[in-house]
């Protein structure tokens, strides 16, 4: 039987070898007519067509008793109120900076066509996050109602529904991308194709400005909002009166499981939806720049990270379909669960990346499919490390738990140093990651030198690819974080229902695993922002180039002559601009970036702060003035909690948001490219380092309080409890307010100084 097996696989492995020769003899054909290219519109299609399958299925599944469907309306209003009032202030954010662009346009500026794209970006952006949120909110009571079946049932209902949001973003994504490539394509015209299809990447690449405005106020909103309603029900709920999180007694509870919506769902969604884009749209401008002396192989670089996205859609549903458990499931079977949709999706793209840049025959294919996996691989690596540091089921975080016997300071002191400990794995990982894509996208030749324009160009590519690689999973991946919300509220709705004891164990157990993957969800974040910031950064400097054509510089002056604009390599426009670390603008760049990321934590951390007390004090209120709350006899003003949270995330959000825009239009103004890189090299560096200690932290303190409640250490309302709680506290707007936002801080950066290159090259104050 085995040699059976054997030979079958081999017979296989031969066919699929054919089929893949004759599809590449057949490539100048299929280029010709641009075919491939329509798979990317076909795959979008495919993903919204799925989520709509998902989403009506859900919505057959009950929402069970009468209490179970109350609880769950007064949720689901209170997410979408939360996002009409936010949509109404992003509306004007959003027409304020059109009409800046439409001006700067019409001084010839920026692309004509850039003001257009950034409305639409931003509305697809916007439009996932509704959509996910909506699904989510139908959602958690239908799971809490099918946990009364099985927990299987619960988990199939919860998954499928996060996966609503995967596919939503994904489809989008691709759908926006797709069409506008066919825009500019039928209407950019210029006289070289090389150059048109540079002005058609890095016009696409200005789209995303909308996509990262969108994410951030939706990070840092629904950051502000959940935390605030969080920490009401923690300190005042739990701590103060004694009673659990998701009890119907604890005015806060709606308003806390509304922030999970506005948040993990919408928040996160925005989130991928921009590094998604930005990594695709990235590697696309840095592959049509590396084959400027052949037309049809820059084409098929510029094709081959949609194509790789495409591909990683299909397979990312069929891994969707594979997420089943069993019904006696332990935590870590139920991860296994998940990891086996996750990591059979990853596998069959790795081999499928090959298929692709074989079939497009591109240069050193075989190379660029290694660095496409080898960001594959770092999304896995980074996922279990993240894990591995902030589930109850490893040490560290057991650790954390049993250091609250002594109290909240050593609770808080070993959660940081965990926090911190905890980089050292995604940064290596990353690192890892650039160099060997880079490395993989040149072949390893090394004879010219490492930054050699050819190698440099290819290696930039490489690491482009690498990032989409990454994100190439994002269908599934995203499902399974925006599972999590989903099964905290059904664990909050079958608590708040008085369901049986049986049902809040299922639910339990699908809370525990919701908490490890939206830990694992951030950390993922946070690894694929960083390198497609790096990606952005390679971008801009093509970017640069376009930008002095545009104003009328097509040479420039070098040490070894003049050189045609259009011509110029990456290291010449960084030689032009003396972009070196001693050049002390490039220095001042560095520290403002590094500045900027301790300040907007600061901002978005103070707000959180700010929020919280008028939502502690509200709390304490309705406990001191509505009689009969503890009793069951009085009912709380829960909409008064909602208003509060609603009021202050739509205050506290405008600065930090707007000051992610303005500080590197200033610094373009001020100290010109130089100062404008070193800005993006400081903010990703630092903000990269600090957003996974903020995640890792705050996930650590919140497991280690579920640890406790589980019985451990003393359990619930033990001296070890309380001091969880506080710890849990001060990691909530760690790692849901100020450590996500961090990501979309760096790419929304550079996607500014994109967007601002125009103004920038024409003029600097130093």
């Known amino acids: 039987m085995l040699i059976n097996i ?21 490539n100048q054909i299929l280029f010709m007519e641009h075919t491939f290219f329509y798979l990317i519109p ?16 859900m919505m057959k599944e009950s929402e069970g008793t009468d209490t179970m469907k109350s609880i769950a309306q007064h949720v689901r209003e209170g997410a979408m109120s939360y996002l009409k009032q936010q949509y109404k202030v992003v509306i004007w954010v959003f027409i304020v900076l059109a009409l800046i662009f439409t001006v700067m346009a019409f001084f010839d500026l920026l692309n004509p066509w850039v003001p257009g794209a950034f409305l639409t970006g931003g509305f697809f952006s916007g439009l996932a996050g509704f959509l996910g949120m909506k699904t989510a909110t139908y959602a958690s009571a239908r799971t809490a109602n099918a946990s009364r079946r099985s927990l299987n049932s619960g988990l199939q209902v919860a998954f499928r529904s996060g996966a609503v949001m995967g596919l939503v973003v994904v489809g989008l994504a691709l759908l926006d991308i797709s069409v506008w490539y066919m825009i500019l394509d039928f209407f950019v015209k210029d006289s070289d194709p090389a150059h048109k299809t540079l002005i058609i990447t890095t016009t696409l690449l200005t789209f995303g400005m909308g996509v990262s405005v969108q994410a951030l106020f939706a990070r840092v909103g629904g950051g502000i909002y959940t935390k605030a309603a969080d920490v009401g029900a923690d300190l005042v709920g739990k701590v103060e009166a004694g009673i659990p999180e998701d009890d119907p007694r604890n005015p806060a509870t709606i ?6 919506n506005v948040g993990d769902v919408a928040g996160m969604g925005t989130d991928l939806y921009e590094s998604y884009c930005a990594a695709i749209l990235a590697s696309a401008a840095l592959g049509a720049a590396a084959f400027m002396t052949n037309v049809e192989l820059q084409l098929k670089a510029v094709f081959a990270p949609m194509l790789i996205a495409a591909v990683g859609i299909f397979l990312s549903i069929i891994g969707i379909f594979l997420v089943k458990a069993k019904e006696d499931s332990n935590m870590k079977q139920l991860m296994a669960a998940l990891n086996r949709g996750v990591n059979t999706s990853a596998i069959l ?68 140093g965990l926090g911190l400990i905890s980089t050292f794995v995604p940064v290596l990982t990353v690192v890892v990651t650039i160099m060997l894509s880079y490395l993989c996208a040149i072949q390893f030749d090394l004879s010219a030198g490492l930054l050699a324009t050819e190698n440099l160009n290819m290696g930039l590519y490489g690491i482009g690819i690498a990032a989409v690689g990454m994100l190439s999973t994002l269908g599934i991946t995203l499902a399974t974080d925006a599972y999590g919300p989903i099964a905290d509220n059904a664990g909050g709705n079958a608590q708040m229902s008085e369901l049986g004891d049986e049902v809040r164990k299922r639910t339990d157990a699908l809370d525990a695993l919701g908490n490890t993957t939206a830990a694992t969800g951030k950390g993922f974040a ?22 002095l054509v545009r104003i009328g510089e097509t040479a420039l002056e070098l040490a070894g002559g003049t050189i045609e604009t259009v011509n110029a390599s990456f290291n010449d426009i960084i030689h032009y601009y003396e972009v070196t670390l001693m050049n002390p603008k490039t220095l001042i760049g560095v520290f403002l970036g590094s500045m900027m990321v301790f300040l907007f934590c600061g901002l978005t951390m103070n707000a959180v702060g700010r929020a919280a007390e008028k939502m502690v004090e509200e709390v304490r209120r309705q406990f001191r003035e509505i009689k009969g709350i503890m ?3 009085g009912k709380p003003d829960y909409a008064k909690c909602v208003e509060i949270s609603t009021k202050s995330a739509q205050r506290e959000m405008m600065f930090p948001s707007l000051l992610a825009i303005i500080a590197p239009t200033l610094t373009g103004l001020f100290f010109g490219v130089a100062g404008v890189l070193g800005l993006l090299v400081g903010g990703l560096g630092t903000g990269f380092v600090l957003a996974i200690f903020m995640a890792n932290a705050g996930g650590a303190w919140d497991n280690a309080k579920k640890y406790v409640e589980e019985g451990n250490h003393g359990g619930k309302g033990s001296h070890s409890h309380h001091a969880t709680v506080v710890g849990d506290t001060v990691g909530d707007p760690f790692k849901d307010t100020s450590g996500p936002s961090l990501n979309t801080l760096i790419k929304l950066m550079s996607m500014v100084a994109i967007v601002m290159t125009g103004l920038t090259v024409s003029w600097s104050l130093f």
């Open 6 to 26: 054997f030979f079958e696989n081999i017979l296989s492995i031969h066919i699929f070898l054919l089929l893949l020769q004759f599809a590449k003899n057949q």
């Open 42 to 57: 076909l795959a979008a299609v495919t993903a919204l067509g799925f989520a709509y399958y998902f989403f009506k299925k």
């Open 255 to 260: 308003a806390d499981n509304v922030g999970d």
């Open 526 to 547: 946070i690894g694929s922002a960083a390198l497609t910031a790096l990606a952005l950064l390679a971008a801009y400097v093509e970017e640069i180039k376009i930008g």
């Open 631 to 633: 009793t069951g006899e």
């Open 349 to 416: 793209i790795a081999i499928a990346t090959f298929g692709i840049l074989f079939i497009l025959d591109i240069q050193n294919w075989w190379g660029l499919s290694l660095s496409v996996i080898s960001g594959l691989f770092a999304g896995i690596i980074i996922g279990q490390g993240t894990e591995y540091f902030t589930s109850h089921s490893y040490g560290p975080t057991r650790k954390v738990a049993k250091s609250a016997a002594t109290g909240p300071a050593t609770v808080i002191i070993s959660g940081m």
